[in-house]
């Protein structure tokens, strides 16, 4: 069997050129294992709902899990949920910025943190647009 044919997807970019689902991929791993690992050292900041990070991670695990140069469906999902975290991290981070009163390292690091996932969802946002973009140009 030839590349790009029947279910071998290594051929994937010679029939697919617009697509990114492997950036986006490694953007979603790439945010979900500083939210893992973010979670136990901020959990005091948000003790009521420390485990809502843990959902997350698994929702962004299997998401990069599902995507593939042939689901229309995942694309448009990864697209959607790239969307959410530029907006909600982006937001945490204004929000984090703008509290008065007294700020310790582990708001600023929160700070930090959260920035950089709203830049990481924010490139994942474009590879996934590009793509959704490929499926309906079909070119």
Known sequence: MEPGEGNNVKG????????????????????????????????????????????????????????????KLVAFLQTCVSAIAVVGFGLYSVLLYAVPGHVDWHRNVLLLLAVFLSLNFLFALYYSSKTLRGFFLKK
């Open 12 to 71: 994937y970019r010679a029939v697919l050129p617009h697509y990114y689902g492997d950036t986006v991929r490694k953007l979603f791993l790439v945010g979900a294992v500083v939210i893992l690992l973010a979670t136990p050292l901020f959990s005091h900041l948000f003790a009521p709902l420390a485990f809502l990070p843990l959902f997350v991670v698994v929702g962004l695990g299997v998401l990069a899990g599902l995507i593939s140069p042939t689901q």
